[in-house]
C-alpha cells in the first residue's frame, strides 16, 4: 500500500512540553475508492431497518495512520485541551469546531489550500482543496470495514491503527438517519444539530464496530476523548 509522510518543522510553546523546535511525521495510507453497504448490525439485537441499507461507493483518499497526537496538536494550536496530557497520546477534549480549525491552520502551514471556510459558526467544505480535513462518515465506516467490508473489522489490513475503541473521532457530517439508496462520495444531510462521532471507548456492547456511530454538539469541547483524525482527498 502506497505510504505519504509529510513532515514539517514546530515550535513547541506550552507549559508541559518541550519548548523546543522538533520534526513532525504524519504518515498517510492510500485507501483505494470501492463501494460497500453501510450500517447494519450496529447493535446486537437492535430493531431490523425497514428500508434497504445505503449503498455507497466512495472515492480514493489518504487517512493519518493515527489520530491527531497532543504534540501535534500543540504545535498548530497552542493549547492542549487533552486531561492526561501526554505528547504522544491523541489530543482529547476537542470541538469540532476547533478540529475544523486545526486543519485550516495546519494546511496554511503546510502551503495547502485550506479544505474550510469558516464564517462563524458557518462551515463549507471546498471539496477542490487540497489541505487536511476531516474524514466523512462514510469515508470513516469504508477504511474501518477495511479491504473484507466486516463491520466487525478495526481497519488493521489497511495499516491504520485506533479506528474503533478508545477515541471518539469527530466526522464532517451531520448527524441523521442513514438515507435509502445509492450514493457516491455522500457528505451527510444538509443541516442538523450535532455531527457524527465515530469510535469510541470499547465498552463490550457498542465499542470496536465499524458500524457504530455518536452525536455531539460541534460547539461542545473539554470531553474526555473527543478526539480526531486527519484525511486528504489527494495528494
Known amino acids: 500500500m502506497k505510504r505519504i509522510t509529510i513532515i514539517f518543522a514546530a515550535l513547541m510553546i506550552i507549559t508541559n512540553l518541550s519548548a523546543q523546535p522538533i520534526g513532525l511525521a504524519i504518515d498517510y495510507i492510500h485507501i483505494p475508492g470501492g463501494t460497500f453497504t453501510m450500517g447494519g ?34 504545535a498548530v494550536m497552542g493549547t492542549n485541551p487533552s486531561d492526561i496530557q501526554r505528547n504522544y497520546l491523541p489530543v482529547e477534549g476537542v470541538s469540532w469546531f476547533e478540529a475544523i480549525e486545526y486543519c485550516n491552520r495546519l494546511s496554511r502551514r503546510d502551503g495547502l489550500e485550506p479544505a474550510y471556510t469558516i464564517n462563524g459558526t458557518v462551515v463549507r467544505w471546498n471539496r477542490g482543496a487540497n489541505g487536511y480535513r476531516l474524514p466523512t462518515e462514510a469515508e470513516w465506516e469504508y477504511a474501518c470495514r477495511a479491504p473484507n467490508a466486516s ?45 457524527v462521532m465515530r469510535g469510541g471507548p470499547y465498552d463490550g456492547s457498542r465499542g470496536e464496530r465499524a458500524t457504530t456511530r455518536s452525536r455531539a454538539l460541534p460547539d461542545i469541547s473539554g470531553m474526555l476523548r473527543f478526539g480526531f483524525r486527519l484525511v486528504r482527498s489527494g495528494i
Open 41 to 74: 448490525n450496529v447493535l446486537p439485537g437492535a430493531e431490523p431497518r425497514k428500508d434497504p441499507w445505503p449503498v455507497v461507493t466512495v472515492s480514493s483518499f489518504y487517512m493519518a495512520i493515527f489520530p491527531v497526537t497532543q504534540i501535534e496538536y500543540v
Open 151 to 195: 463491520w466487525t473489522a478495526e481497519g488493521h489490513p489497511w495499516g491504520l491503527e485506533e479506528l474503533p475503541g478508545g477515541y471518539y473521532m469527530w466526522c464532517w457530517d451531520w448527524y441523521a438517519d442513514y438515507p435509502s439508496g445509492t450514493f457516491t462520495d455522500p457528505d451527510g444531510a444538509a443541516s442538523g444539530n450535532h455531527r
